[in-house]
């Protein structure tokens, strides 16, 4: 926040308040905040393949058969999703 300014006090009557307080206050206030510079980090046309690929890879996984050596099938799938989220 780079600066906040106090703006007014409001009363709140609420008889039917579910919490029992029938009368308060609240504060309102004015926050300016600074935000970080936005990087794109990936085109749009890659979010949309790796979406797909995962999606495909949820759906199917338990249809493919492969000999994965050493592996298991969790861990290779496991690594797959790690390389498409990346």
């Not at 393949?49 to 759906?59: D, K, T």
Request: a negative charge; glycine letters at 4%; aromatic letters at 8%.
């Amino acid at each position: 926040m780079t600066e906040s300014e106090y703006l007014a006090c409001q009363h709140v009557h609420d008889p039917d308040n579910p919490r029992g307080r029938t009368s308060y206050f609240q504060s309102r206030w004015l926050a300016r905040v600074k935000l970080d510079d936005w990087e794109q980090r990936l085109e749009t046309t890659e979010v949309e393949a790796r979406s797909i690929l995962v999606f495909s890879l949820v759906i199917g996984h338990h249809f493919t058969a492969a000999d994965h050596g050493a592996r298991s099938h969790t861990d290779v799938l496991e690594l797959a999703v790690k390389r498409l989220l990346a």
